[in-house]
């Protein structure tokens, strides 16, 4: 009788936590066309290099506003250009090495106050390949995720 009882607390426990899994839309207000992806490296090395994500978007309701993509084990904010009479979702993701802040060190801790702690990377929360990225929006009051694949990868571009 007991181990009946552990079998369905156990059941239940593992049921209600899939709950605060982010899910994907399959049918999101807008339209995605065909993604783009290009490395890029600076001229200088204080330029740093990265990525730049172009998502082609179309009919983009005003109650949806695109916030993140996540790409390739990183997390960047998404900008709106227009290109062509083509809105295009644009991500940026930098591999600019961060300088690291003074830190006050002192045996008094009053004297530390002004140290800020550091910025943590955001975990990414998705299982994706190289070619696939998600972008999270808000519609009305809820963040949604939708995926997006085929991601083409275009030649280097390097800055003199």
């Given at each position: 009788?007991?181990?009946?009882?552990?079998?369905?607390?156990?059941?239940g426990?593992?049921?209600t936590?899939?709950?605060s899994?982010k899910k994907l839309?399959?049918?999101?207000?807008?339209?995605?066309g065909?993604a783009?992806?290009?490395?890029w490296?600076?001229?200088?090395a204080?330029?740093?290099?990265?990525?730049?994500?172009?998502?082609?978007?179309?009919?983009?309701?005003?109650t949806?506003t695109?916030?993140?993509?996540?790409?390739?084990?990183?997390?960047?904010?998404i900008t709106?250009e227009?290109k062509?009479?083509?809105?295009?979702a644009?991500a940026n993701?930098s591999n600019?090495?961060?300088?690291?802040?003074?830190i006050?060190?002192h045996?008094d801790?009053k004297?530390?106050?002004g140290?800020q702690p550091?910025?943590?990377?955001?975990?990414?929360p998705?299982?994706?390949?190289?070619n696939?990225?998600v972008?999270?929006y808000?519609e009305?009051?809820?963040?949604?995720?939708v995926?997006?694949?085929?991601?083409?990868?275009k030649?280097?571009?390097?800055?003199?």
């Amino acid at each position: 009788m007991k181990t009946a009882a552990y079998i369905i607390l156990a059941l239940g426990f593992s049921l209600t936590g899939c709950s605060s899994q982010k899910k994907l839309v399959e049918n999101p207000p807008f339209e995605v066309g065909n993604a783009t992806c290009q490395s890029w490296l600076g001229g200088r090395a204080e330029s740093g290099s990265g990525m730049k994500l172009e998502i082609p978007v179309t009919n983009i309701p005003a109650t949806a506003t695109l916030q993140k993509a996540y790409f390739r084990g990183k997390v960047a904010t998404i900008t709106l250009e227009e290109k062509e009479g083509q809105s295009y979702a644009t991500a940026n993701f930098s591999n600019k090495s961060i300088e690291k802040p003074d830190i006050i060190m002192h045996r008094d801790p009053k004297k530390e106050v002004g140290n800020q702690p550091p910025k943590l990377q955001e975990e990414i929360p998705f299982e994706l390949d190289a070619n696939e990225c998600v972008v999270s929006y808000i519609e009305g009051d809820t963040v949604k995720y939708v995926k997006v694949s085929d991601i083409k990868e275009k030649k280097p571009l390097v800055y003199q």
